[in-house]
């Protein structure tokens, strides 16, 4: 008899770090999936332990499906089966579309829209037959108004939202419910990569003075309490959903 566990893709850091300590209180098995940063998953799982939930990390590269095939029947052999998917592992790399690159495009939907095909398909094989689960995607709010410089990013984040209302239809009979977050500006190494840029600094902080109501910019753990509630019964009749965690920027 297999047991049911929580799979955070990218949930080393960031975002993905949040949300996986805030689904151990599910009280199910946390599986912290990450590409490269071992250390970062080392500091998760601690962070999981302590607060006394069986976590284990899974390296994979979720643009590649053979490396997500493989976790995901490492995961099996482990005597686990993923019950709550949370697609979060994602990346950025903007610029201007006219001097944007093959790899820079192919990269970035290839983790970001590529990564929710391959994780979720892999894991719907074995919830259809259980006729249980939940999944919830990070999407962004990229997705959603588009953000000039991030024509990639914006497509991958667009596409997971149209997968998430398709695959709600797809999976509502098998009782499986499948929503998504749409965060805004979210304190993280990403948020961080991205000012480092001194005119994009500038822009965003022109976007939290003028554009965020609250005047600043969100916590990771105000988008996993989010997650947390979609992925609880407390969600129960909540399906194909974009819940968006901006503190009101794009009101
Ligand atoms: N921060 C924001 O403002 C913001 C806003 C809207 C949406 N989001 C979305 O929220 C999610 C998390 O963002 P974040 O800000 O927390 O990012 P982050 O701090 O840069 O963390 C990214 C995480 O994804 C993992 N990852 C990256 N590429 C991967 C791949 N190919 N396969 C598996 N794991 C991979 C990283 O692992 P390694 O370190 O091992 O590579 C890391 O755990 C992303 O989908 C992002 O698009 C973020």
Same mark, same amino acid.
């Given at each position: 008899m297999s047991e049911p566990a929580v799979l955070v893709t990218g %949930? =080393?850091? %960031?975002i993905g770090r949040a949300i996986a300590v805030e689904l151990a209180g599910l009280g199910l098995p946390v599986l912290v999936n990450y590409a490269k940063d071992e250390s970062a998953a080392q500091e998760a799982l601690d962070a999981l332990r302590r607060v006394g939930v069986r976590a284990e990390a899974m390296r994979a590269d979720v643009s590649a499906s053979g490396e997500v095939d493989a976790m995901l029947r490492e995961i099996k052999h482990m005597g686990l089966w993923v019950q709550v998917l949370v697609n979060n592992a994602g990346i950025t790399r903007d610029g201007l579309l006219p001097l944007m690159s093959d790899s820079a495009w192919e990269s970035v939907i290839g983790t970001n829209l590529g990564g929710v095909f391959h994780c979720t398909r892999g894991v719907m094989r074995t919830m259809i037959p259980k006729k249980r689960g939940v999944i919830v995607n990070i999407a962004s709010i990229s997705g959603i108004r588009g953000h000039a410089g991030q024509a990639n990013y914006s497509a991958a984040k667009a596409g997971v939202i149209a997968m998430t209302r398709s695959l709600a239809r797809e999976l509502g009979p098998f009782n499986i419910r499948v929503n998504a977050v749409a965060p805004g500006f979210i304190k993280t190494d990403l948020l961080q990569q991205l000012g480092a840029n001194t005119e994009v600094h500038s822009q965003l902080e022109t976007i939290r003075d003028q554009m965020i109501p609250f005047g600043r910019f969100g916590d990771a753990h105000e988008v996993a309490k989010v997650v947390r509630f979609l992925a =609880? *019964? *407390?969600? =129960?009749?909540?399906? %194909?959903h974009t819940l968006v965690v901006d503190g009101g920027l794009s009101v």
């Open positions: %949930g =080393s850091r %960031g =609880s *019964d *407390d969600a =129960s009749y909540v399906n %194909g």
